[in-house]
């Protein structure tokens, strides 16, 4: 089974969430975030997308 993770981390670069899923799950619930800019960096294992 391939699993991947992702990070969301605020404008400041302060990490606000990290998951390691599995790919069957693909959804990120951010409804519990702040309004703002974020980034959303994901790894497949092949690497940062």
């Known amino acids: 089974m391939l699993f991947i ?3 969301i981390t605020n404008i ?4 606000v969430c990290y998951e390691v899923n599995n ?7 951010i409804s519990k975030l702040s ?3 974020y ?3 994901v790894n497949s294992g092949d690497g940062i997308q």
């Not at 400041?12 to 990490?15: A, E, M, N, S």
């Open 5 to 7: 993770s992702y990070r």
């Open 12 to 15: 400041l670069g302060k990490t």
């Open 23 to 29: 790919l069957s799950h693909n959804v990120i619930d």
């Open 35 to 37: 309004s703002g800019i």
């Open 39 to 41: 980034l959303l960096s």
